[in-house]
């Protein structure tokens, strides 16, 4: 291919859907919380498939994620 790069569909990064089982406040840089834009918890979202960090919780895996990572929110 000329003057490009090919990716295949097999190695494009696929999302996932989620639920929101808890959700915390980030401090913003002068003080006090930054807003949050998912709100509920029980929020349907979904996520890159290699975003966060994957752990074990009370027998039951789960994935912490940042907020930036949500690609959209889905209700």
Same mark, same amino acid.
């Given at each position: 291919?000329? %003057?490009?790069?090919? $990716?295949? &569909? =097999? +190695?494009?990064?696929?999302? #996932?859907?989620?639920?929101?089982? +808890? @959700? @915390?406040? @980030?401090?913003? @840089?002068?003080?006090? &919380?930054?807003?949050?834009?998912?709100?509920?918890?029980?929020?349907?979202?979904?996520?890159?498939?290699?975003?966060? =960090?994957?752990?074990?919780?009370? %027998?039951?895996? #789960? $994935?912490? $994620?940042?907020?930036? &990572?949500? #690609?959209?929110?889905?209700?």
């Amino acid at each position: 291919m000329k %003057g490009g790069l090919y $990716i295949p &569909d =097999t +190695a494009k990064e696929k999302p #996932i859907q989620g639920e929101v089982l +808890a @959700r @915390r406040s @980030r401090p913003a @840089r002068e003080g006090g &919380d930054r807003p949050l834009e998912l709100k509920v918890v029980g929020t349907r979202v979904v996520y890159g498939k290699y975003s966060g =960090t994957q752990v074990e919780l009370e %027998g039951e895996e #789960i $994935i912490l $994620i940042k907020e930036s &990572d949500v #690609i959209a929110k889905l209700g």
